[in-house]
């Protein structure tokens, strides 16, 4: 994993440009973009390990990963790949902040990551950072949801 140089404006524009935070307002850009941290990976990287404490919450800029979770008698089982725009970590928002599966680079990553910690204190003070996000980690639940009933109807459909 490599750090980046933290340009403010920069991540400002990333951050924006994503499916994320587009039309958020520019004051919660800001503030989110205070709390990033920005990273590369190469592809094959472990990025988060199911039931591992999520710190991050994380934003794709470049590349794909596989959410993954360990089945019984199968391995790791690929639930859904995240495209650029999309999150991952979403848990670091939500009690009791455990990442529900694992996350692992398909080819190299680019990644604006957000303090857990910093971003769940920001969303509790900030009422529009909190209206502007909780609604799309919503909708990355929904599509994670029926991803995983995807697999189930896969896994049990062939048995």
């Given at each position: 994993m490599r750090l980046l140089t933290v340009d403010l404006a920069a991540v400002v524009s990333r951050i924006g440009a994503t499916w994320f935070a587009s039309g958020l307002s520019e004051g919660s850009l800001e503030r989110l973009a205070g709390m990033a941290r920005e990273y590369e990976s190469p592809a094959g990287t472990r990025l988060l390990q199911e039931g591992d404490e999520t710190k991050e919450l994380s934003v794709l800029v470049e590349g794909r990963v596989a959410l993954t979770e360990y089945v019984a008698g199968r391995g790791s089982v690929t639930l859904m790949t995240v495209e650029p725009g999309d999150i991952f970590g979403w848990s670091a928002l939500t009690s009791p902040f455990e990442a529900t599966c694992s996350v692992v680079s398909l080819e190299p990553v680019k990644v604006i990551a957000f303090d857990a910690a910093a971003l769940r204190e920001e969303v509790r003070?900030?009422?529009?950072?909190?209206?502007?996000?909780?609604p799309r980690l919503v909708e990355a639940l929904a599509r994670r949801l029926a991803a995983t009933h995807e697999q189930l109807l896969d896994l049990y459909g062939s048995e």
């Open positions: 003070s900030d009422s529009e950072l909190a209206a502007g996000i909780y």
